[in-house]
């Protein structure tokens, strides 16, 4: 125990880190506000801070707009397909790497976060020379390539983290018991892994729903929801209605990230990791 | 779950000894090999073949060069397009990048540790629970909501003009946006607008590998370090950093090259100075100088490849 009375009780935070931290937070989470404020601002052309009156009826106009509809459908299918293929990838090299040691298993891993590590205009870039060289058109589809390479790395990590917890006597036991590799699957490594799965197939369509840089080299005509904005960005159009857009997106990020979280915050109790 | 209950679930009726599914299994099973094959080979094959062989594409595509008057690609390996890099603009463009991606490396270390620390340290249960929701949803919300919130927040007539207006402190910013280098016409159009929406857009991916690494920290050992006596500050310097460093470079890892591939923001915020990924965007698209924008892109792959490498010896992979 300490010795000294004076000093103060490592168990609690001094001020100075209490309000670093705090300063980080607020930092992190106050500019999102502003965002919802503006989106009810009646100030059609500037930024004008504070504004000077608030309004539903941006809401109204933006539900309207034919490109915003055909924006958001564009990037839910591709985000909802990208998930797909990340999960099905993701998962099964979760699978080998969680319960094989190998030869060339280093480099594996590292193809894994290279997406990812890489700067995302690096693998635009690579994608549209290789669609160009193999004379692959642009289409819905190259945009689903491109979302599904970076968001593999995601799926894998949720699923990577939830196998090695996974009692490996669970697995034996059920073979010991007669059952064969896919009733194993089914019955005891897949409802051990369920919530990881589901929570790391979100976080996916969240990182596909919402990227740019990599949209920009491998779509052609198309606009995704974010292509969409980037062009209102450059060159507005309508302010009150990028604003609208961009609370919906908060929402639509949000939910996900909340189920998510949930999902996996119950993860420490995989079932057989008591011993 | 109990033991009884999950023998239900991982018995069903007994199967018969013949059935397709036990053949396969059995083969499977008896090979491990097989079942790794099974398991690593389709992942292995789509990043492989879409990831890497557009990787290479890229880096061959770089090793050529363009024909300055028809305009068309030469299909033979020279170092001369690499050779363009170091024209005084190009080489400006590269070290301009690098600079920006170091110094928003370093900021947002400086400014995620405190919350890290708390997180990891001091919070308990709900507030725990609080403050991974209160870095997470920043992580995962829209790249170009953030984006956008900055532009409005930034504007000449925007929220922090207004406040600082009303603080009297509009002099403090036109004093700092008469500075050269960092300053600029407006917040909007500066370095310090660019490095400040960096750091919003990339802090929670700072702080959580930090503060996974230190979880990892025993409290113990902090008691220790105290007992010896040590005051808080040389038990900060001499244990806690040493410690978290893994973590430090995990989160720079995301930090530098995320600030290294950008051109979104410097597009929409920042000086009409280019920076990495404009050069990319524009050579491709604009120019039409494949070879060029190719070499640029190779840039941040060499950068990152030393960075990764570095990374690796101080164990950096096991902190994310």
């Known amino acids: 125990m300490r010795s000294d009375p004076k000093r103060s009780d490592p168990n609690r935070a001094s001020l100075p880190l209490k309000l670093g931290a705090g300063f980080g937070i607020l930092f992190m989470h106050l500019p999102l506000g502003f965002i919802i404020l503006y989106a009810f601002t009646t100030e059609e052309r500037s930024y004008a801070f504070p504004p000077p009156g608030l309004t539903l009826k941006w809401f109204a106009v933006a539900w309207e707009r034919q490109d915003i509809r055909d924006a958001l459908g564009l990037s839910l299918q591709v985000a909802a397909i990208a998930t797909v293929a990340a999960l099905v990838l993701g998962t099964l090299a979760a699978g080998a790497l969680s319960r094989f040691r190998f030869f060339g298993r280093e480099p594996v891993t590292l193809l894994l976060i290279l997406p990812i590590a890489l700067p995302g205009i690096v693998t635009g870039m690579a994608l549209r020379t290789a669609f160009g060289v193999a004379d692959i058109p642009f289409s819905f589809w190259t945009i689903v390539l491109g979302h599904a390479t970076f968001c593999i790395v995601v799926v894998y990590n949720n699923a990577v983290a939830r196998l090695r917890r996974l009692n490996p006597s669970l697995i034996e036991a059920s073979m010991d018991l007669g059952g064969n590799a896919f009733q194993t699957f089914f019955h005891v490594i897949l409802p051990n892994t369920a919530t990881a799965l589901l929570a790391g197939g979100m976080l996916a369509f969240a990182l596909s729903f919402d990227e740019v840089i990599v949209t920009t080299f491998t779509a052609g005509q198309q606009s995704t929801l974010p292509i969409w904005m980037l062009q209102e960005l450059v060159r507005p159009r309508q302010r009150p209605v990028t604003n609208v857009v961009a609370v919906l997106v908060i929402i639509a990020t949000f939910l996900p990230i909340l189920a998510a979280y949930y999902l996996t915050r119950g993860g420490e109790a995989v079932e057989g990791s008591g011993k | ?320």
């Not at chain 2, 099973?29 to 094959?45: D, V």
């Not at chain 2, 090259?257 to 051109?263: P, V």
Request: net charge positive; proline share 7%; glycine share 8%.
């Open chain 2, 1 to 320: 779950m109990t033991a009884a209950a999950i023998d239900r679930r991982a018995l069903p009726p007994p199967p018969g000894r013949h059935g397709i599914a036990r053949r396969l299994s059995d083969i499977i099973l008896r090979r491990r090999g097989l079942l790794l094959a099974c398991l690593l080979i389709p992942p292995l094959l789509w990043l492989g073949i879409i990831y890497l062989g557009a990787l290479f594409t890229l880096l061959a595509h770089s090793l050529f060069s363009i024909d300055e008057f028809a305009g068309t690609i030469i299909y033979q390996p020279t170092l001369k397009t690499f050779g363009e890099l170091l024209r005084p603009a190009n080489l400006d463009i590269v070290l301009r990048t690098v600079g920006l991606a170091t110094v928003v490396t370093l900021l947002a270390a400086v400014i995620g540790f405190p919350v890290a620390w708390y997180a990891a340290r001091y919070a308990r249960g709900r507030a725990k629970a609080l403050f991974y929701l209160a870095v997470m949803m920043p992580l995962w919300s829209s790249y170009l909501v953030k984006l956008y919130a900055w532009k409005l927040l930034l504007a000449k007539e925007g929220a922090i003009g207004w406040v600082a207006a009303r603080l009297g402190l509009g002099g403090v910013i036109d004093a700092w946006l008469s500075l050269p280098l960092v300053g600029g016409p407006s917040l909007s159009v500066s370095y310090t607008g660019m490095v400040l929406v960096f750091l919003y857009l990339w802090l929670p991916f700072m702080i959580l590998p930090i503060q996974a690494a230190l979880e990892r920290v025993p409290a113990s050992m902090l008691e220790a370090s105290s007992d010896l006596g040590a005051r808080p500050g040389q038990t900060f310097r001499t244990v806690v950093l040493p410690l978290a460093m893994p973590g430090v470079v995990a989160g720079a890892i995301f930090t530098f090259s995320l600030t290294l591939g950008d051109y979104i923001v410097p597009q929409v915020i920042g000086t009409s100075a280019l920076v990495l990924g404009q050069a990319v965007y524009m050579q491709q698209g604009v120019a039409g100088n494949l070879p060029l924008a190719a070499a640029f892109a190779v840039v941040p792959i060499v950068v990152m490849v030393i960075f990764l490498t570095v990374a690796k010896r101080v164990g950096a992979f096991d902190a994310v």
